[in-house]
């Protein structure tokens, strides 16, 4: 009976373990979004040098992330979603987030 126990508390330790490493995942590919996009973004409005999509690339890839896809859109805005180059058991974490001139 106590093995059985033991067993059981060991299982939901490793499952809440494991959702949390997804969240924190899920947060540091949301910042790798965030932080690709708004650079991205500024280098479209010719804030900063060179081209959106590739500097974008190069601050994912400062925060341990791929670009999966990275749009220019209306108003100079720029839309990126991250991909964490590390794997969960559970998956790959990703992000998505847009940036541009204030409205």
Known sequence: MAAGLAM???VAATVVMLLAQSAVHASRAASAADLAALAG???????????PCAVAREVALRHAAT????????????????ELLDR????AATGRSRAGPPP
Not at 41 to 51: E, F, S, V, Y
């Open 67 to 82: 670009v999966l896809s990275c749009v220019e859109g209306a108003g100079n805005t720029l839309e990126v979603r991250t």
């Open 8 to 10: 059981v508390v060991l």
């Open 41 to 51: 973004a500024d280098a479209l409005r010719g804030i900063t040098a060179g081209q």
């Open 88 to 91: 969960t058991v559970l998956g």
